[in-house]
């Protein structure tokens, strides 16, 4: 099993450009979710899903739009990267929902100019 | 709303010293905890985990027992080895179970 899957691994990006970052298990887990990380706030829960179809928002929601057409699949876009937006982006997973152990994935470092 | 709190670092030991890091929370209902670590450059790991008042978990020599009196996931080892520098998390799922909420960390330092 690969687990949970991340691209790319690094990322510049300008200002009011667009991009997805592509989050991929192979462990047939219901529950996916997208966390940021930053310097001294811990990772914070962008938007997560509970099954194909089913998308939520979580505490960091705004500039970010996921959708969730496989089990195996939760890309997340970026509409217009801000620096703000600048951060570590990690995707995770678990059986069912988070009362379960996550598996995260490598993470991606995104860096907009 | 739920949240954690957990001791600032870095925290910095000599080896076989004793570790405890400090996590007190916040929630509605009857939360699990947990805590994962993070070693450098990569993503995190579940470390241990409680879901219910009064259990004690453990993994790799580390416990933590979830104190529901004082709000508390304390973690500790009673002799830390230089591989277990990382960043450590304290986390709470909601009572839903929809979201883990996580403490700022905490970076551990272990000299030989």
């Known amino acids: 099993n690969a687990g949970v899957t991340q691209t790319p691994k690094f990322q510049v990006l300008k200002t009011g450009q667009s991009m997805t970052l592509q989050c991929a298990q192979d462990m047939n887990h219901e529950y996916m979710s997208w966390y940021r990380q930053d310097p001294g706030m811990g990772l914070r829960l962008i938007h997560y899903s509970v099954g194909a179809g089913i998308t939520d928002q979580g505490e960091v929601p705004n500039g970010y739009n996921v959708s969730r057409s496989t089990t195996e699949d939760f890309p997340l876009r970026l509409l217009s990267a801000a620096p703000s937006q600048t951060s570590v982006y990690f995707c995770?997973?678990?059986?069912?929902?988070?009362?379960?152990?996550?598996?995260f994935g490598p993470g991606t470092r995104l860096t907009v100019t | 709303g739920d949240s954690v709190t957990q001791m600032e670092g870095p925290v910095t030991l000599s080896e076989e010293a004793f570790l405890t890091i400090n996590c007190t929370y916040t929630a509605t209902g009857y939360p699990s905890l947990f805590w994962y670590v993070q070693y450098p450059g990569e993503g995190l790991q579940l470390l241990l985990k409680?879901?219910?008042?009064?259990d004690k978990g453990s993994n790799k020599g580390f416990e933590a027992t979830y104190r529901k009196e004082t709000t508390s996931f304390h973690l500790e080892k009673g002799s830390v080895q230089v591989s277990d520098s990382a960043v450590y998390f304290c986390a709470l799922s909601d009572q839903w179970g929809n979201k883990l909420i996580f403490g700022t960390g905490t970076l551990l330092a272990v000299q030989p």
């Open positions: 995770a997973s678990s059986y069912d929902r988070g009362r379960y152990e996550q598996y």
């Open positions: 409680a879901t219910k008042a009064d």
